[in-house]
T-cell receptor, first 111, second 116 residues
Framework: KQEVTQIPAALSVPEGENLVLNCSFTDSAIYNLQWFRQDPGKGLTSLLLIQSSQREQTSGRLNASLDKSSGRSTLYIAASQPGDSATYLCAPTGGGNKLTFGTGTQLKVEL | GAVVSQHPSRVICKSGTSVKIECRSLDFQATTMFWYRQFPKQSLMLMATSNEGSKATYEQGVEKDKFLINHASLTLSTLTVTSAHPEDSSFYIC????????????FGSGTQLSVL
């Protein structure tokens, strides 16, 4: 059974800082891994998707890396802004096309 | 980008009543939709996979007679919580994969169910 852990559980940083969110998973037999953003009481927004054959994906200030063999992914956010405040979830896709979600990292970017 | 619409966003009901939640893919056809539930400060847990024109596949521990799923068309899946009880209070979210998006999953905005 896939288990996904995200560290840290919560993070508070001043505006402008670069930061790294970590995700680890126990079963490396994955098809891809997605990073999502969830605002309070809202659904999820897909940020980046990395295929199992890829090492990283970039979108604007976001960069996600994947090391499938070691069961790790990181989400790098450059020059953080207050609007980045949200909960960030990683979710590898495994057998049966099923996603397993981590418990998330709650990010707060302060002015 | 692909849009998944979920309705209602919030519902409060009395114990024993049934509640229907709709999930629509607005600009694409989704042969498969997924239903999740999320308790406060916990992650999303997959409840069931909804397949158009066939029976849903439920995850272990999810009562299929309690959570009825219907996927009658390529753009609509519904989740009905039957005879709701306070312990069913949760945040329910649907999702779907849009074609030609490299397997990305798009989510509805969620439904907060409160059973009194």
């Amino acid at each position: 059974k896939q288990e996904v852990t995200q560290i840290p559980a919560a993070l508070s940083v001043p505006e402008g800082e670069n930061l790294v969110l970590n995700c680890s998973f126990t079963d490396s037999a994955i098809y891809n891994l997605q990073w999502f953003r969830q605002d309070p009481g809202k659904g999820l927004t897909s940020l980046l998707l990395i295929q199992s054959s890829q090492r990283e994906q970039t979108s604007g200030r976001l960069n996600a890396s994947l090391d499938k063999s070691s069961g790790r992914s990181t989400l790098y956010i450059a020059a953080s802004q207050p609007g980045d405040s949200a909960t960030y979830l990683c979710a590898p896709t495994g057998g049966g096309n099923k996603l397993t979600f981590g418990t998330g990292t709650q990010l707060k970017v302060e002015l | 980008g692909a849009v998944v619409s979920q309705h209602p966003s919030r519902v409060i009901c009395k114990s024993g009543t049934s509640v229907k939640i709709e999930c629509r893919s607005l600009d694409f056809q989704a042969t498969t939709m997924f239903w999740y539930r999320q308790f406060p400060k916990q992650s999303l847990m997959l409840m069931a996979t909804s397949n158009e024109g066939s029976k849903a596949t439920y995850e272990q521990g999810v009562e299929k007679d309690k959570f009825l799923i219907n996927h009658a068309s390529l753009t609509l899946s519904t989740l009905t919580v039957t005879s709701a009880h306070p312990e069913d209070s949760s945040f329910y979210i649907c999702s779907a994969r849009a074609p030609a998006t490299n397997e990305k999953l798009f989510f509805g905005s969620g439904t907060q169910l409160s059973v009194l």
